[in-house]
T-cell receptor
Framework: ETGVTQTPRHLVMGMTNKKSLKCEQHLGHNAMYWYKQSAKKPLELMFVYSLEERVENNSVPSRFSPECPNSSHLFLHLHTLQPEDSALYLC?????????????FGPGTRLTVT | AQTVTQSQPEMSVQEAETVTLSCTYDTSESDYYLFWYKQPPSRQMILVIRQEAYKQQNATENRFSVNFQKAAKSFSLKISDSQLGDAAMYFCAYRRWETSGSRLTFGEGTQLTVNP
């Protein structure tokens, strides 16, 4: 248990569906991240929120829409996804103080797009 | 841009033996952090150990230790007295600093199998 939770753990959706992934951190951190983990590829950073403001969007398609309503919650809204979007989506949080920081990860949401 | 390379897609070790996982990275910075993360079948990413680049001493955490060679840009992980619970995917990560905060760059991972 790292203090970061994600729901749902598994999600199967059609290409025309709309769904949302939720992440919650109980660590008092001020930065949150979404990563995509596909088979045989390194983790890909998708979005970064610092103090509830989006500070990075790594050329992610608009069918992925993040939302950070407060420092403890992060959402990833999904719509009209493609089969190649099937992957494990990981949420992480950190406390951005000085140089010594660590990212704590949630258990991930396994997404399958049919 | 920083890159992280793990040249061993798979490794195996006998229980109670020692194994070393390799990682190299590329950077022009002089001050940075390096991490090893473990991802077991549960998919929960867990921090194993971290190394601060300005420290000469290699980090250790119980059975886990690193061999940090700054000039060679090498950061290997040694697992001593391997246990069945050590079986997992291991990721090396480099932490870089952006004006908006810090970012992690991950290697491709090494799948470790522990044989009883």
């Amino acid at each position: 248990e790292t203090g970061v939770t994600q729901t749902p753990r598994h999600l199967v959706m059609g290409m025309t569906n709309k769904k949302s992934l939720k992440c919650e951190q109980h660590l008092g951190h001020n930065a949150m991240y979404w990563y995509k983990q596909s088979a045989k590829k390194p983790l890909e950073l998708m979005f970064v929120y610092s103090l509830e403001e989006r500070v990075e969007n790594n050329s992610v398609p608009s069918r992925f829409s993040p939302e950070c309503p407060n420092s403890s919650h992060l959402f990833l809204h999904l719509h009209t996804l493609q089969p190649e979007d099937s992957a494990l989506y990981l949420c992480a949080s950190s406390q951005e103080v000085g140089l010594s920081y660590e990212q704590y990860f949630g258990p991930g949401t396994r997404l399958t797009v049919t | 841009a920083q890159t992280v390379t793990q040249s061993q897609p798979e490794m195996s070790v006998q229980e109670a033996e020692t194994v070393t996982l390799s990682c190299t990275y590329d950077t022009s910075e002089s001050d940075y952090y390096l991490f090893w993360y473990k991802q077991p079948p549960s998919r929960q990413m867990i921090l194993v150990i971290r190394q601060e680049a300005y420290k000469q001493q290699n980090a250790t955490e119980n059975r886990f230790s690193v061999n940090f060679q700054k000039a060679a840009k090498s950061f290997s992980l040694k697992i001593s007295d391997s246990q069945l619970g050590d079986a997992a995917m291991y990721f090396c990560a480099y932490r870089r600093w952006e004006t908006s905060g810090s970012r992690l760059t991950f290697g491709e991972g090494t799948q470790l199998t522990v044989n009883p």
